[in-house]
């Protein structure tokens, strides 16, 4: 862990494709001693589809909420108490085979999810609301999946990341120069989900799952060529798979490193386009 009152300097990587490495110094006074992970995970893992790395400013200090204040806790409270109930009644109907019925709740939860994160960062309102709390929610998923990698990894090897420096630089460099592969597929399920949230799949979902839309631009015949989707076309696997997603928000939202993970997540794909 960073001591209080230190500084130290890192040189990130780059910005983009045509700049250079910036330096940038942290005063670890203002900071936890988490500092260390968010860094780390900006240089590499979040531009794993990259050629070259994107710099720590981009993705560190970067937070949007520091855009707006955040929301009251009261205010977020309420939403994350219906998070709950919606999930809670989803599982219910899960229980019962009713799975469409599930998979509309479990995707208002998403948002609810993706409200009360976006929130606490100050974002109350953004143009395609349904689809940024969705992939919000997504994020946070993804945050506790490169968070349980850190801890397993420290764990299999018998790291201490946090209180022993020499540990720390290990995870580093395994993170930096060999961890790749195992990156991608702790997260290659959250991110193909992302990607096509990214696309409106779950909003499309919500429609199918909630309406009977017989005209020929029905949502339910924009995912395939050729195939028409319908309420009846939502099944156990796809609602277990969201649960996980779900499960896994709710612990991110409880965990300070998997929410700082979850935020280096979100601002740097909030900065690219879908892609096929």
Not at 21 to 26: A, K, M, S, T, V
Not at 37 to 62: D, I, K, M, N
Not at 77 to 100: F, S
Not at 161 to 184: I, K, P, Q, T
Request: charge should be negative; charged fraction near 25%; glycine fraction near 6%.
């Amino acid at each position: 862990m960073l001591p209080r009152g230190a500084s130290f300097h890192l040189v990130a990587g780059r910005l983009g494709p045509n700049l250079g490495p910036i330096p940038l110094e942290f005063d670890a006074r203002d900071q936890s001693g988490a500092i260390r992970l968010q860094c780390l995970s900006a240089s590499r893992f979040l531009t794993r589809s990259e050629p070259h790395l994107y710099g720590l400013v981009g993705c560190y200090w970067f937070p949007m909420a520091l855009l707006q204040p955040p929301q009251s806790t009261n205010a977020r409270d309420a939403i994350l108490e219906n998070a709950r109930r919606l999930c809670e009644d989803a599982q219910l109907l899960c229980d019962a085979g009713r799975y469409a019925s599930c998979a509309l709740l479990q995707i208002f939860c998403f948002e609810e999810l993706g409200k009360y994160y976006l929130a606490g960062r100050g974002i109350t309102y953004t143009p395609n609301w349904h689809r940024v709390k969705q992939e919000a929610a997504l994020c946070l998923a993804a945050g506790r999946a490169l968070d349980k990698l850190h801890e397993e990894k420290c764990r299999s090897m018998g790291w201490d990341y946090w209180s022993n420096d020499s540990d720390a630089d290990a995870f580093d460099h395994w993170f930096l120069e060999d961890g790749a592969d195992d990156v991608n597929a702790a997260l290659r399920k959250v991110s193909s989900w992302l990607n096509q949230t990214r696309k409106g799949m779950l909003e499309k979902f919500r429609l199918i799952a909630a309406y009977v839309d017989i005209s020929d631009n029905a949502p339910g015949k924009q995912l395939l060529p050729g195939v028409t989707y319908s309420y009846k076309s939502v099944d156990l696997p796809l609602v277990a798979s969201a649960f996980d997603f779900i499960r896994d928000a709710f612990d991110c939202l409880n965990n300070e490193s998997d929410l700082r993970a979850a935020d280096l997540f979100r601002t740097e794909i909030g900065t690219r386009e879908a892609t096929d």
